[in-house]
């Protein structure tokens, strides 16, 4: 019998033209040859309009302990985005989120981290509220701070290094991010 334990995540593997062509376990599109597949971010702000940063796990396969953006994942087969949305940000961060619109419905990247791991992906960015503070899951965030934007947008121009690079392209694209 499997438990959520034990449960292989699937993600969707996509064509070039971002057209569905089937799925894939999570384990196997995250190394030197990724799949094109589909994901998302979400920026949560909370009611002083700050924007929560997080900085990722150490065990993360991908970018581990860099600073990114609130929470990003991958929607199951068959999952609205939303939905998907939601149940990371519960999972991540323990947070109950609310006014969950996609700001960048077709962003896509591909990038390489310093171990070899490839991001392959289209991933609409979302964005969110909260009036909660952050429960992180230690296995995904190791910590985390609200940030003002128009001040994390300066940050990120001056120190790029310093952040996971589907936030870098996302900061320069988000109209919540310019003065």
Not at 14 to 19: C, N, S, T, V
Not at 30 to 53: K, P, Q, R
Not at 120 to 130: F, K, S
Request: proline share 7%; with cysteine.
């Amino acid at each position: 019998m499997q438990t959520a334990d034990t449960l292989v995540e699937h993600v969707i593997l996509l064509d070039q033209d971002g057209r569905e062509i089937g799925t894939a376990p999570k384990e196997s599109v995250h190394g030197a040859d990724t799949s094109f597949h589909l994901a998302f971010s979400c920026y949560v702000f909370n009611d002083l309009g700050e924007v929560l940063m997080t900085r990722r796990a150490l065990g993360k396969k991908a970018w581990p302990g860099v600073w990114t953006n609130s929470f990003c994942g991958h929607p199951l087969p068959a999952e609205p985005l939303t939905a998907a949305v939601t149940r990371r940000a519960r999972f991540e961060l323990g947070l109950d989120i609310s006014a969950i619109s996609v700001a960048l419905p077709l962003f896509r990247y591909r990038a390489t981290d310093s171990f070899g791991t490839v991001e392959n992906e289209l991933c609409p960015v979302y964005v969110a509220t909260t009036s909660a503070e952050p429960e992180p899951n230690p296995r995904e965030v190791m910590e985390y701070r609200w940030a003002d934007p128009t001040t994390l947008r300066g940050a990120v121009r001056d120190a790029p290094w310093a952040f996971s690079p589907w936030l870098v392209l996302q900061v320069q694209e988000l109209d919540r991010f310019r003065a």
